[in-house]
């Protein structure tokens, strides 16, 4: 039994859970932004994101540090590698999501049509809230060593890639504005962007999934096209 070793794979696990909190905390942050329908962010709330996405780059660092020290240093065996190199694609997924989240809180205050994302805060709310639950669930595969979590995961990203193209063309047909074009155009460029930028976060959770699998099972599933095989 190599205690250094069992102790080092600990920590990693440890500060992965750490910072999947720190990364959640921020979608629910973003979650109760966009579901009041503001654009203007308070100083506070920005201020507390900002301390959020730097604690979760520091998280990346470390963690990433201490997977190559337990490579070089421990020499784990091929059960232990798998569940280092899973936790490092995560890692990578989870401060991607973090990346996303500050990228729709510059998008936000760009909007000028405050009355166009008035009227789609509700269903851009919903979307997010499908993509939360999926790096949610995509977590908990891997902390709970649950496979079906994983595959739920992975077939919701379908769902909400549909939901993308489903709220931009929504977007278009419910507003029935005829004057300052160039400033409503601008407004659904911005909201395309953010709902694109959602869209991104549950991809990175497809992938923390499929990482989660990996560690569990060994098994590969990127770029494969039948889950339920």
Do not use: C
Request: proline share 1%; charged share 25%.
């Amino acid at each position: 039994m190599n205690i250094q070793k069992d102790n080092a794979m600990q920590q990693i696990r440890t500060q992965f859970d750490e910072m999947s909190k720190v990364v959640l905390q921020q979608l629910d942050l973003l979650e109760k932004i966009i579901n009041g329908g503001v654009t203007v962010i308070s100083d506070e709330m920005l201020k507390e994101m900002n301390a959020n996405e730097e604690r979760t780059d520091q998280y990346e660092v470390q963690i990433t540090d201490d997977i190559i020290d337990v490579i070089v240093l421990q020499k784990p065996v091929a059960s232990d590698l798998r569940q280092v190199m899973a936790v490092y694609q995560m890692v990578a997924n989870l401060e991607r999501i973090g990346d996303s989240v500050m990228n729709i809180i510059r998008y936000i205050p760009r909007i000028q049509d405050t009355e166009v994302y008035l009227k789609m805060s509700e269903v851009i709310t919903n979307m997010l809230m499908a993509s939360v639950s999926m790096v949610r669930k995509s977590i908990l595969s891997f902390v709970s060593n649950d496979k079906e979590e994983a595959i739920w995961t992975i077939k919701n990203d379908v769902v909400v890639d549909e939901m993308n193209h489903k709220l931009i063309k929504k977007a278009i047909t419910k507003s029935k504005f005829s004057e300052e074009i160039q400033q409503l155009l601008f407004t659904f460029i911005q909201l395309n962007s953010i709902i694109s930028t959602i869209e991104r976060i549950a991809d990175h959770a497809t992938n923390i999934a499929e990482a989660s699998i990996y560690a569990i099972e060994g098994k590969d599933l990127r770029h494969q096209k039948d889950i339920d095989e």
